[in-house]
């Protein structure tokens, strides 16, 4: 029979990983032409490069399809990579999901290949890209510092509870403060080695430089971002970023049952960590984040989830300023919706031909007192209004709706 797509799906673990060489046929039939396991290192990928190739049909494309299996998928995927072979990287639950809606039941590292070489036929899946090597190290040594400072955090609780104990030990203490000082030595370190990476990269240290302008967001912050997503080189949208982060919104509902709607938390942690203390410094400071702060929790009279919205805000906005030629972030229509833009927009356009506008459909304004309102409208506006209240019966006698322009307009 024909085949019409070609991929091997891959298992990997610490020492070996298992591959499984799957096609589509004509007819939408699936089929295993083999299954072998190799060795995670150099000579095992050059093993796999020559099995393939002997069950590959020649005109076809072989996609390379393997879960995020902590770091050890990241060796044979480089490799893949840079070989310019097509790999697709999938998140650990989005393969959960796809074995349980095959009804599979049993779990070794042979059914998952197969399954992967499955998924990998019949989706059409993202290509994974890889990062360059300067995101790499920009993102361990953002892990390793965020390692120490929890460490330190421990330390200094334990400090203070030995410190403030009925029969403390001075030379308990006194380590724990030897231990404390070269932490802070390490970490300063770290922080010294971030700067000098950054900038040997003078693209890379432009747009830090541009991100940093926004208020809660320092040098720290935006670097360990643009690390945790190495630089974005997979993300296309807002929306698959917060996806990313864990910050996409979960609603689960069944006939009357209405649950409560919250962030998933289905994704990089490491990023969730790091926008925390910038949303607080940003609601502190900026006047545009505290009212949008604000307007939140009113109406959720919740501040976690308030200060969650916050934080959502400014990664989009790294993600917005890194990825647009942007000259800085006052630029941005940062908490504007769409349709408040466009009438923005619109309301410049009106400007723009004022002088050509008939007299009536000139924005005028205009009172209409209805209901114990007072609403300023215009005259179409205001037609408007009154049919709606003659169609919805609403009409009374002490209803006083009367058009007459506003003293002292500057425009009449």
């Known amino acids: 029979m024909e085949v019409l797509r070609q991929n091997v799906g891959i298992d990997i673990a610490k020492d070996s990983f298992v591959a499984t060489f799957t096609v589509l046929l004509k007819g939408q039939l699936i089929k295993n032409k083999g299954t072998k396991k190799f060795d995670n290192n150099h000579k095992g990928f050059e093993e796999l490069l020559d099995w393939y190739r002997k069950l590959q049909e020649d005109n076809l494309i072989v996609n390379f399809t393997m879960e995020a299996t902590g770091v050890y998928y990241e060796s044979l995927a480089y490799f893949l990579f840079e070989k310019e072979h097509v790999v697709h990287v999938l998140l650990p639950n989005k393969a959960k999901k796809f074995a349980e809606s ?10 998952d290949s197969k399954m992967l070489g499955r998924m990998g036929v019949e989706r059409v899946l993202e290509k994974w890209v890889l990062g360059s090597k300067i995101y ?50 390490q970490i300063n370190s770290i922080e010294k080695e971030l700067e000098t990476v950054v900038s040997k990269d003078a693209y890379l240290s432009e747009k830090v430089k541009k991100i940093i302008t926004v208020p809660g967001l320092a040098f720290k912050t935006v670097v360990s971002v643009i690390a945790e997503t190495q630089g974005f080189v997979n993300i296309t949208s807002i929306r698959q970023l917060s996806s990313y982060a864990g910050y996409d919104i979960s609603i689960k509902e069944s006939g009357k049952w209405k649950g409560k709607a919250r962030i998933s938390k289905k994704g990089n942690s490491h990023i969730r960590q ?14 545009t984040y505290k009212s949008f702060y604000e307007r939140i929790n009113e109406k959720k009279q919740n501040g976690l989830i308030s200060g969650t919205a916050v934080q959502r805000k400014l990664l989009g906005l790294i993600y917005t300023l890194y990825t647009r030629s942007i000259p800085n972030a006052s630029t941005l229509p940062l908490f504007r919706s769409k349709k408040q833009q466009k009438a923005q927009q619109k309301g410049v356009n009106k400007k723009q031909k004022r002088g050509q506008t008939p007299l009536l459909t000139q924005p005028y304004l205009y009172r209409c007192k209805y209901a ?25 006698t002490k209803t006083a709706c009367w058009l007459r322009p506003r003293q002292n307009d500057p425009r009449l």
């Open 102 to 111: 095959l009804n599979i039941k049993s779990k070794t590292d042979e059914i």
């Open 136 to 185: 790499r190290r920009l993102r361990t040594l953002s892990r390793e510092r965020q390692q120490l400072i929890k460490e330190r955090t421990r330390i200094k609780n334990q400090l203070h509870a030995e410190e403030h104990t009925g029969d403390p030990i001075k030379t308990t203490i006194r380590r724990m403060k030897n231990h404390i000082t070269y932490l802070d030595k």
């Open 274 to 287: 790091i926008m925390y203390m910038p949303s607080l410094s940003a609601i502190q400071h900026s006047e």
């Open 372 to 396: 114990n309102r007072t609403m300023l409208l215009n005259f179409k506006k205001w037609v408007r209004h009154l049919d709606r209240i003659i169609s919805n019966h609403a009409w009374q």
